[in-house]
Each structure stands twice: as C-alpha cells, then as structure tokens.
C-alpha cells in the first residue's frame, strides 16, 4: 500500500476520532461485525457449523417472540396511561429500548444477542433505563449550567440582560386601586 493511501486512512480514521457520534457509527458499523464474526468463526470451531448456525437462528426466533410480547405489554401501558392522562415516560423510553434489543437480536452474532436480551428482560432494562435517565438528567444538568444568562454562549445568541445599578430602599408597593 503506498504512503498516500496509508495517510488517507489515518487521516480519515482521525477525522472520525474527532466527532464522537462519526467515531460511535464507525465502531458500530465495521469493528462490532467484525468481532462478531470472529466470535461465531471460533464458536463453530469448537461446536461445529450446523450448531451455530442453529444456535443464530434460534437466538433471534427466540428475540423476535420476546420482543414482540415486550412491546405488546409496553403499548397496552402507553395506552393506559395515557387514557388516566399521565404521560408515559417510563413507558416510551421502555419501547425504545425494546426495539433497540430486537434490532440487537436479529443482528447475527454474540455481543449483539448479550445486549439485545439485556434490553428485552425487563429487570435489566429497567436498570439500564435508571442508568440512561441519570445520564440524560447529568447531560442537561451540564448544559444548563454552561448556558446561564452571563455565560459567553448565551450571550452570543441572546441579548445582555439589563442591569440597573442604584441604591435598594425598604418599603412596600402601594397599589393605586386601593
């Protein structure tokens, strides 16, 4: 491989360090597979072919009939709750969650099945969902406090509010009505 192709790459592969959800995708789209199907080549070396092939389609007959009785039960709480008018919040992230594992599970491979039935059970979805709510309330935590009214990002899209220096008296309102 010549010099310039090699640059090209490490200069590609730096680009995508530089952007964390470009880095996320890559690794999702050419280092999980390729881990995968390292994994399913040493599993059939060890337990032969036919079985792990056997073994990838019943993992995802088994995930997609899970999946489907999940989200079942998960619509008929969306519904519930929102005939009583609470907002199901719980609920919805739940149905994400679930749809994410099924993808996971009908994704040929071993890792992808471990997080796939993680998301489907719901023990661990619900320790994983407290997990993705305490990060999501940490992220707008972190936000919001870099966006105050006199931090510089605010005040390059909005205007300064109006400070009005002076002395403060004691006294009450007195209302003209009165």
Known sequence: MSTMNQNLIWGSLLTIGENS??????????IVPLVELMLLVRISERIGFSETLLIVVFTGIVGASLARQEGI???????????????PTNELLNGLMILVGAIFLVTPGVITDIFGFSLLFPPTRALLRKYLVFLFKN??????????PFSSDFNSNHSRPNIIEGEIIEGRVIDKDE
């Open 139 to 148: 992220r707008m935590k972190m936000q919001m406090s870099v966006m105050t």
């Open 73 to 87: 039960s998960t619509l008929k709480k969306i519904q519930s709750h929102l005939d009583k008018g609470i907002m």
């Open 21 to 30: 959800f470009m880095c996320s995708l890559f690794l999702l789209f050419t």
